[in-house]
T-cell receptor
């Protein structure tokens, strides 16, 4: 089945540790995104990538890093520099339709990260 | 002004009621508009795209008013299963700008 897979679903991290969240898609989408959602809040953009080996910071990139070595994969690393990393992390992908703006995005099931 | 604004609700309505959500956006260059649904502790899922001419999908109707820069979603004959948070989503012309999400409007349909 085509889709976006995030892993793990739940992740616990000790303070001071870096962790990497996986995101893989087999939809052949060009663009991939990472959002963070806190309880009762909207989605905030962390990073996005529209092409392999290129990515841009979103609104809250500090304390996070990403890579896009393959079209299918867009892992997110939450570093120890992120002061408040406990949140629900959502990965999404979309095609890019030139000249008429972006298309709808499809989401993975999310990763709940808790710092203990 | 926030890029995408929605009334956070909650909207508590009885089964069978009609409910409408509005959303305003600040970027007049926006070209693509969507409504997403998010259930508690789940990922957002596309409910419907919003076209300039308005569009309908069963009990759901979406409309776009470019002049006023607002989008609406109408749900008729509400079901218990419609209880969720509805997210208004906007994308700018260039395609280089990712989707911008509103904070969502929470709907509770009560028996």
């Amino acid at each position: 089945d085509g889709g976006i897979t995030q892993s793990p679903k739940y992740l616990f991290r000790k303070e001071g540790q870096n962790v990497t969240l996986s995101c893989e898609q087999n939809l052949n989408h060009d663009a991939m995104y990472w959002y963070r959602q806190d309880p009762g809040q909207g989605l905030r953009l962390i990073y996005y990538s529209q092409i392999v080996n290129d990515f841009q910071k979103g609104d809250i990139a500090e304390g996070y890093s990403v890579s896009r070595e393959k079209k299918e994969s867009f892992p997110l690393t939450v570093t120890s520099a992120q002061k408040n990393p406990t949140a629900f992390y959502l990965c999404a992908s979309s095609i890019i339709r030139g000249g008429t703006g972006g298309t709808e995005a499809f989401f993975g099931q999310g990763t709940r990260l808790t710092v203990v | 002004r926030k890029e995408v604004e929605q009334d956070p609700g909650p909207f508590n309505v009885p089964e069978g009621a009609t409910v409408a959500f509005n959303c305003t956006y600040s970027n007049s260059a926006s070209q693509s508009f969507f409504w997403y649904r998010q259930d508690c502790r789940k990922e957002p899922k596309l409910l419907m795209s919003v076209y300039s001419s308005g569009n309908e999908d069963g009990r759901f109707t979406a409309q776009l008013n470019r002049a006023s820069q607002y989008i609406s979603l109408l749900i008729r004959d509400s079901k218990l299963s419609d209880s969720a948070t509805y997210l208004c989503v906007v994308n700018a012309l260039s395609g280089n700008t990712p989707l911008v999400f509103g904070k969502g409007t929470r709907l509770s349909v009560i028996a």
